[in-house]
């Protein structure tokens, strides 16, 4: 069974990835949601062989396709201001703190 992650490790998960207490495994896929998200998107020799080490080219592709499609899911609700179904119009959208 899938499990997110728990509160204290998406403290962690928020703070230095190498010194996070977190499985590599994760922190390859959170380093790979880092670089997907940045300005300039780039997966250098480094990252991919991190990688590799966890997972085969299918589930990078995998893993890649989600995080792309939720980062741009993210970026267009915010283009448009579309705010969640249970907030209201007095409720601060959290990207324009």
């Given amino acids: 069974m899938r499990r997110g992650l728990s509160e204290r490790e998406v403290r962690e998960a ?3 990835l190498d010194r996070a207490g977190l499985p590599a ?6 380093r ?4 997907l998200t940045s300005e300039r998107p ?3 020799e480094a990252l991919f062989a991190e990688l590799r ?4 080219e299918g589930q990078i592709l995998e893993l ?3 995080l792309t499609v939720a980062s741009g899911w993210q970026r267009f609700i915010e283009a448009f201001g579309i ?9 601060p959208l959290p990207w324009t703190r």
Avoid: I, K, Y
């Fill in 42 to 44: 780039m997966v250098d």
């Fill in 25 to 30: 495994r994760t922190v390859a896929a959170l």
């Fill in 64 to 66: 890649g396709a989600a």
């Fill in 14 to 16: 928020l703070g230095d």
């Fill in 32 to 35: 790979l949601a880092d670089c």
């Fill in 53 to 56: 080490r966890h997972f085969d």
């Fill in 83 to 91: 705010r969640p179904d249970g907030w209201s119009e007095a409720t």
